[in-house]
């Protein structure tokens, strides 16, 4: 298309090129200097042959540099100058129509002139209460120059500090920018002056100019904002009226003041057995006055006072009084007025304040820097019997009917109640029973070899006594005594105090019971409660490890020497041979020694502690077969068609790059459990168990993969079993306490041997160890 030069875009101005048949399309994308980036160059226009630019729009060709020749940046402005900013601070004034003490607003606003395009746009900050839209005034576009240089756009050159500049139609004055813009300008060059002040507002001139309210003036108060600010929030004080009068008391009150409205409420606190009964409140909420003077009248007292001007029969004119000069002006208790020894004055009552809760005082603390904050005493009469204590009560003697529980609850109310059970323990505690074996004491010969299952219920306190049948013996066995409560044994029976009752810590191995005057006396317990007693040694002392080590060692003390050469025979060079080998000996051994030196202060039961302790036992090897297990795994894994080898063996090299060849079973476990081996937990601690282990405890990696290989060998049909007891039977090991690390015993004790000299004796040796004979003590009683 032909355009005339000078001439406005317009229909009709412009002429199609007949000669022109070749239309290429413009091109967009553009490689500068080895950066890719959209091509925004525009082609040349026409010139006149005076030289002058054909399109009006765009800016002149010779436009002056913002650097000298080569000395400009190397990258494009949208790289170079991205998310740069210049900041100016600006006003203008706004003229202000029929407002006479100020003919213009001064208005501020921030200019914003983005280098990577040459975009402007200003924002004005928002002022509270202003009354005007604040915000954006101009979005980010170029900005045209003023006529006559309508054809450009300002520039970087154009903003600067104490200048105007004219931005459509409206000047605006700059006086400030910020330390960015400042230190860019002066760097390219471009001095800016100093800040200068800014145009004073008229209107807020005189603003200022009237002169300033009271110091204090006094607060206004919204109800709905101090019911949001205080609901819920009472202060109480605890107050009372004095009317000992013939026929009445010293009235015991409770005062509520309520933040959220200022309004009181007086509640009364009835004394047990006073005779009143009833609603407790003695004042309904609400404002309280400060003077009362008695009840008004009705219309004594109105909220608008009427005065009769003209007329005194049926022709009577009336008008409201303004100014309101027959009305009192009504006062109010308020949250200044409650102190402690405040006098109320609740219509004719006098109420006196004695105390307040601790959110009372903390509240005045806060508020008004109170500190002091000591109670009164009320008073009280002479003939007012004293306070009832439960704790004194005493119960009648208890007549032997039912149990001492039941006959307590018919005495404690009127309604008889059934006696409370403790649930919590009895959840607790379910299935948890402590079993002793026990013989009877008695001087009958044939009761004497009678043996007995003594059973206690931890869930309820209760005992159950069972006989175990002896053949020829001439006794059936069976259930000796029913599950039921036993009395602790030296108590009245008749009598007004509760009875004790046997409780978990009075039995224990070597103890005598009195069951039903039967005199039994406990000779061992079972591996459950005997790991219980020990799991909680602040329960059971004789299960109190360090308290039997700190009695054996105050007691072996001076006689250290006898107590070795009793319990072993060879004693020369003991410690010596304490560091090179384990020595053991007999649980006969070391009871004997015990008893000897130290008689009735160690009992049974603590020398069985010490004795499982320190024991010298170990637990049997492991008895299951690598074929079999190895046949159960290989069966599992034909059943699911689990062939997953090879991402498993990917696994292990992941998580082991070094290849080390032996690797921890946790390890192993987790990496087999998370691949869904199609093993049991049984199952997979079976195989882990049979594995080739380093010194170390690890498993080597190669051995388990071999073991899951089936392809390799053919292993041994198996039928399917239940892998948790029938492929590896896992028998617990029990912690007998037959057999005694001398050793580890010395040295929890920590005390010198002092051992003499003495002649040296053979020993049976077992490998690295030696079992020594009991003492001599022991084999007379034996050869007896």
Not at 158 to 178: E, G, P, S, W
Not at 427 to 435: A, C, G, N, P
Not at 448 to 464: A, L
Not at 749 to 772: H, S, Y
Request: with cysteine; aromatic share 10%.
């Amino acid at each position: 298309m032909l355009r005339i030069p000078g001439m406005p875009l317009l229909p009709g101005t412009l002429f199609r090129e007949v000669s022109k048949v070749y239309y290429p399309k413009s091109q967009t994308l553009l490689n500068f200097r080895g950066i890719p980036m959209l091509s925004d160059r525009q082609q040349s226009m026409p010139v006149d042959p005076a030289g002058v630019v054909v399109d009006i729009s765009c800016p002149p060709a010779n436009a002056h540099a913002l650097y000298p020749p080569r000395t400009g940046p190397h990258l494009p402005p949208w790289l170079a100058y991205d998310k740069k900013v210049l900041s100016f601070k600006a006003y203008f004034k706004q003229t202000l129509q029929e407002n006479f003490h100020a003919p213009y607003m001064v208005r501020h606003v921030k200019i914003y002139y983005y280098l990577e395009d040459g975009t402007i746009d200003i924002h004005e900050p928002k002022v509270k209460n202003s009354g005007i839209v604040q915000g954006c005034m101009l979005h980010r576009q170029r900005v045209p120059k003023p006529p006559p240089c309508e054809n450009e756009f300002l520039a970087i050159t154009d903003l600067n500090v104490d200048t105007t500049v004219q931005i459509f139609d409206r000047f605006y004055h700059i006086y400030d920018c910020d330390p960015f813009t400042r230190s860019f300008l002066n760097k390219r060059g471009i001095v800016v002056p100093d800040p200068v002040m800014a145009a004073v507002d008229p209107s807020e001139a005189v603003r200022n100019r009237i002169p300033a309210r009271a110091c204090n003036p006094p607060e206004k108060k919204h109800p709905f904002a101090q019911f949001l600010k205080y609901d819920r929030q009472v202060l109480k004080f605890q107050a009372y009226w004095d009317d000992r009068t013939d026929m009445g008391d010293v009235r015991k009150l409770e005062v509520c003041y309520y933040l959220a409205d200022d309004t009181i409420e007086v509640k009364e606190a009835h004394i047990r057995n006073s005779g009143r009964d009833g609603p407790s409140v003695f004042l309904k909420r609400g404002k309280l006055q400060r003077e009362f003077d008695g009840l008004q009248l009705p219309g004594q007292q109105t909220a608008q006072t009427l005065l009769n001007v003209l007329g005194t029969n049926r022709n009577v004119r009336y008008c409201i009084d303004p100014l309101n000069i027959g009305n009192k002006e009504i006062l109010y208790y308020n949250q200044r007025d409650l102190q402690i020894g405040t006098v109320l004055n609740i219509y004719g009552r006098s109420v006196v304040i004695t105390d307040m809760d601790p959110f009372t005082r903390q509240y005045y603390r806060d508020n008004y820097g109170i500190e002091q904050f000591t109670p009164l005493a009320m008073p009280t009469r002479s003939d007012v019997c004293q306070p009832y204590d439960k704790s004194g009560r005493m119960l009648p003697p208890y007549n032997g009917w039912g149990t001492y529980e039941d006959s307590a609850g018919n005495c404690m109310s009127i309604v008889i109640k059934r006696p409370k059970t403790d649930f919590r323990k009895f959840v607790k505690f379910d299935r948890y029973v402590l079993r002793f074996g026990a013989k009877m004491l008695s001087t009958i010969r044939e009761n004497c070899e009678r043996i007995f299952v003594i059973s206690y219920y931890m869930s309820d306190d209760t005992m159950q006594v069972q006989e175990v049948a002896v053949r020829n013996s001439g006794f059936l066995g069976g259930v000796f005594m029913k599950r039921t409560r036993v009395l602790m044994p030296g108590q009245e029976k008749f009598t007004c105090k509760q009875p004790q009752y046997y409780r978990p810590c009075n039995l224990f191995i070597g103890g005598t019971m009195s069951i039903k005057d039967f005199l039994f006396h406990l000779v061992s317990a079972d591996e459950f409660t005997l790991m219980y007693m020990e799991h909680h040694p602040d329960q059971f002392t004789h299960c109190n490890l360090d308290l039997i080590l700190e009695k054996v060692r105050k007691s072996l003390e001076p006689r250290m020497p006898q107590f070795v050469s009793s319990c072993v025979t060879d004693c020369q060079d003991l410690e010596k041979k304490l560091e090179k080998r384990t020595v053991f000996i007999s649980f006969e051994s070391l009871k004997g020694a015990l008893i000897a030196l130290m008689g009735n202060q160690i009992s049974d039961h603590e020398i069985v502690t010490l004795c499982r302790r320190f024991s010298g036992e170990q637990a049997a090897p492991n008895v299951c077969e690598r074929e079999k297990v190895r046949a159960s795994a290989h069966l599992e894994i034909k059943r699911a068609l689990w062939n997953g080898r090879d991402e498993l063996m990917e696994h292990f090299h992941h998580i082991n790059p070094t290849n080390k060849p032996f690797l921890s079973e946790s390890l192993i476990r987790s990496t087999l459990r998370g691949f869904r081996m199609p093993f049991t937990l049984e199952l997979i601690d079976t195989i882990l168990s049979v594995l080739n282990r380093n010194d170390c405890d690890d498993i080597e990696v190669c051995d388990l993969m071999n073991f899951l290989d089936v392809s390799c060998t053919k292993g041994c049909d198996i039928a399917p079993i239940n892998y948790a007891f029938e492929l590896c039977p896992k028998l617990p090991f029990q912690n007998k306490g037959r057999v005694v690390d001398f050793g580890c015993l010395l040295k929890a004790l920590n005390l010198p041997l002092n051992l003499p000299a003495t002649n040296t004796q053979p020993t049976k040796m077992i490998g690295d160890t030696r079992i020594l004979p009991p003492s001599g003590d022991e084999e007379c009683s034996t050869a007896k």
